[in-house]
């Protein structure tokens, strides 16, 4: 079991930046690949990016490649999502996850949320 608490949301100017972080608890979190995904009102939850447990490699959605960097360090026990030039589509919900692999794209292959913590990007 790993406990997973996101934090770091909030609202900002398109354009601008936010940090999220993403603190763990419980099992070793260094024996987790770790996701995060996103979900806005109505839509499914979609894929951001992943790393792998020893951060050395990293998947990136299409839509937040060269903005968006994810990084983690084991030693903190802790992932962050650095996200850049902000856009109103980057509103959502963000989530994230712990799970077996980082090249997974599906919630379903995560086993372990967090409750999320709440981006809004206005124009």
């Known amino acids: 079991q790993v406990q997973l608490v996101e934090s770091g949301g909030g609202l900002v100017q398109a354009g601008g930046s936010l940090r999220l972080s993403c603190a763990a608890s419980?099992?070793?979190?260094?024996?987790?690949?770790m996701v995060w995904f996103r979900q806005s009102p109505g839509k499914e939850r979609d894929f951001v990016a992943s790393i792998n447990w020893a951060g050395f490699n990293t998947v990136y959605a299409d839509s937040v490649k060269g903005r968006f960097t994810i990084s983690r360090d084991n030693t903190k026990n802790t992932m962050w999502l650095q996200m850049n030039s902000l856009k109103p589509e980057d509103t959502a919900v963000y989530y994230c996850?712990?799970?077996?692999?980082?090249?997974?794209?599906?919630?379903?292959?995560?086993?372990?949320w967090g409750q999320g913590t709440q981006v809004t990007v206005s124009s």
């Open positions: 996850a712990a799970g077996a692999t980082y090249t997974a794209r599906t919630t379903g292959a995560y086993a372990y």
């Open positions: 419980g099992r070793t979190f260094s024996s987790f690949a």
